[in-house]
């Protein structure tokens, strides 16, 4: 298979079914590089997977402008190397967005623009996986953030803003999470008492947060540093 590039301006591309089974995953990356561009379209899938076959892959999306849907999940450096782009006025919503899946799965999701709304982020799902979430403008909204669920993640936040419900950094055991603030406003509005929570998964998690510049807001809930593990506030 070639590397292959799909692009669509001013358009609409719609991928969907009842069954996930039935053909609706769209794969950018599988056994060959692969690349897709959407500018100015609307956009529904149920599945998106980049990078999803091997480590040597690599899938890279861009969403500039337009409208992006999905029932279900956008993972970002499945098992390879996976790079997402956001920017201009687009909208995201979708169940899930995971940046590194699988061991050696790395995902970097960065937003330069528009509005992201998924239901969680999860960074670093597996253990040996790696993922990146850049925030440069726009805004960013979510359920729950998991920053090192069960791998590496980290959070940039340099400009626009990221409100999470709760964010667990260093979630599980063996996991390590970082957040950095040096511009915007990062808001934790803790649904279930968790709140902001660095090193959660035993004495083998790691949770740091740096803040160097910009906002972080913690309401209805703490901030707790060292849960169960080695936590880094500063």
């Not at 719609?14 to 990356?29: D, K, L, W």
């Not at 590194?100 to 790395?106: A, D, F, K, V």
């Not at 040996?128 to 805004?139: D, E």
């Amino acid at each position: 298979q070639l590397p292959a590039t799909f692009s669509a301006t001013n358009g609409t591309l719609n991928i969907t079914n009842r069954t996930p089974s039935a053909g609706t995953t769209v794969i950018v990356g599988g056994n060959a590089d692969g690349a897709l561009n959407l500018v100015n379209s609307t956009t529904t899938f149920q599945y998106l997977d980049l990078a999803n076959q091997r480590s040597t892959e690599t899938g890279r999306l861009l969403l500039d402008g337009g409208t992006y849907s999905s029932i279900f999940d956008i993972n970002v450096g499945d098992q390879g190397l996976g790079f997402m782009i956001v920017s201009g006025t687009v909208d995201v919503s979708c169940r899930i967005i995971t940046g590194g899946y699988h061991s050696g799965g790395i995902g970097t999701i960065t937003i330069l623009g528009g509005v992201v709304h998924p239901g969680q982020v999860f960074l670093g799902y597996n253990t040996g996986a790696t993922g990146s979430l850049v925030i440069s403008n726009g805004q960013v909204s979510t359920g729950y953030a998991h920053v090192g669920y069960n791998g590496t993640g980290t959070v940039n936040l340099a400009n626009g803003t990221f409100t999470t419900f709760d964010m667990p950094v260093g979630e599980n055991a063996g996991s390590s999470g970082r957040v950095a603030l040096s511009g915007g406003m990062l808001n934790v509005l803790t649904s279930n008492l968790r709140g902001l929570t660095l090193a959660d998964g035993g004495i083998n998690s790691t949770g740091a947060v740096s803040v160097t510049g910009g906002l972080l807001i913690s309401t209805n809930g703490p901030i707790t540093i060292g849960q169960s593990g080695q936590g880094t506030f500063n």
